[in-house]
């Protein structure tokens, strides 16, 4: 896989998670994906960008443009330095949540991308990162 | 503060959400909404999404929070306008928005909120009541 483009940007307050999808949207239409891959990438990054505010007070996000066997995708690397995850199977848990929510945030971003990793260390944080094709596959 | 609009149509009220939200903006929206049915008596609300290009597991559970607290208050909610790619997106990410009713547009949505809050048959009995009562039964 080789990496085509690559920026970052810091999400310190809720008002960045607007110009921040933007960005995805603009990169994911520069490869040509289609509006529903599109939609599905951004909303995966919509709750994993909420889960770095809420539980870590921000953090950054890597956004690239990679390429693999010529087909072209996103990859975006959420990395945060907050409390960690202690129990990640648990996390992925459809309805699992510490904090009131729905519980959907990690395992419906991993339904709606390619490639999903989660690596996390209890009190050095957590890095998220997904990859999303330009065809979906 | 940011605030989105909403309008009062006869017995309903009519939000359209044109902007990209954040949660502050979704929970705002949350909080206007319920006072205005409080305040106004709506019967019904109605709110398009069709500018709406991400609704994400907060903002969904925002839809689903208006409706319950709407039909508590008496009113009924129904949402209308998603886009195809944004209902494709909340099926996969595990939200089936339970409770909340949907139309594919406001023409479609206003009618079935008519028929829910069943406001004609309620003029209907009115008219009725002021009426000579013996005349109806012919």
């Known amino acids: ?137 | 503060m940011d605030r989105i609009p909403i309008l009062k149509m006869g017995p309903f009220l009519l939000v359209t959400i044109q902007v990209d939200l954040y949660d502050r903006l979704a929970l705002n929206l949350e909080s206007d909404l319920i006072s205005m049915v409080s305040k106004t008596g709506a019967r019904g609300v109605l709110i398009d999404i069709s500018a709406v290009n991400i609704v994400d597991s907060f903002m969904g559970r925002i839809l689903g929070n208006i409706a319950s607290m709407s039909r508590i208050m008496d009113a009924e909610t129904v949402v209308v306008g998603m886009q195809p790619a944004v209902a494709i997106t909340l099926v996969e990410l595990g939200l089936t928005l339970q409770g909340v009713y949907t139309a594919l547009n406001v023409e479609k949505g206003m009618e079935l909120l008519y028929k829910k809050v069943d406001l004609l048959s309620e003029q209907d009995d009115t008219i009725e009541e002021d009426q000579d009562p013996h005349d109806i039964t012919d």
């Open chain 1, 1 to 137: 896989m080789i990496s085509l483009t690559k920026d970052t940007m810091q999400i310190v307050r809720e008002q960045d998670v607007v110009p921040f999808r933007n960005r995805v949207r603009e990169l994911a239409t520069k490869i040509g994906m289609s509006l529903v891959n599109q939609t599905k990438l951004i909303t995966a990054a919509s709750e994993l960008v909420r889960n770095m505010l809420k539980y870590a007070d921000g953090g950054k996000v890597v956004l690239e443009v990679v390429s693999k066997n010529g087909q072209a995708g996103i990859r975006l690397m959420f990395v945060d330095e907050g409390a960690g995850i202690e129990n990640i199977p648990q996390a992925m848990q459809d309805g699992f949540s510490t904090g009131r929510s729905l519980g959907l945030g990690l395992p419906g971003a991993k339904r709606l991308v390619n490639e999903f990793d989660i690596k996390s260390k209890v009190n050095e944080g957590t890095t998220v990162t997904i990859i999303h094709w330009k065809n979906g596959r």
